[in-house]
């Protein structure tokens, strides 16, 4: 299993930022996906997930309404599209599957809201 993420960065509050995780390894289309983040100082916490056909989605409450999880079976790529950021936002941002009750993580990619 790998997963890779990217597209994090330096963002002004209200800004925007897309995340995409890259996965390979496993039978994506088939598995439920998952965001989670690591503030500095803070346990890992759960962000927003998505069924295998994409059709349902959660998410914390701390970013309702202000990210959408999406997925592309085709190519096995995740996406967590990040609107309204605010400088609580600023973590690391991890993509995450569950197999046979085994956490697979990537390295995670740096977010960071601030003026």
């Known amino acids: 299993v790998q997963l890779v993420e990217s597209g994090g960065g330096l963002v002004q509050p209200g800004g925007s930022l897309r995340l995409i995780c890259a996965a390979s390894g496993f039978n994506f289309s088939s598995s439920a996906m998952n965001w989670f983040r690591q503030a500095p100082g803070k346990e890992r916490e759960f962000v927003a997930t998505?069924?295998?056909?994409?059709?349902?989605?959660y998410y914390a409450a701390s970013v309702k309404g202000r990210c959408a999880i999406t997925r592309d079976n085709a190519n096995n790529m995740l996406y967590l599209q990040m609107n309204s950021l605010k400088p609580e936002d600023t973590a690391i941002y991890y993509c995450?599957?569950?197999?046979?009750?085994?956490?697979?993580w990537g390295q995670g990619t740096q977010v960071t809201v601030s003026s």
């Open positions: 995450n599957v569950n197999i046979d009750s085994k956490n697979y």
């Open positions: 998505i069924s295998w056909s994409g059709y349902i989605t």
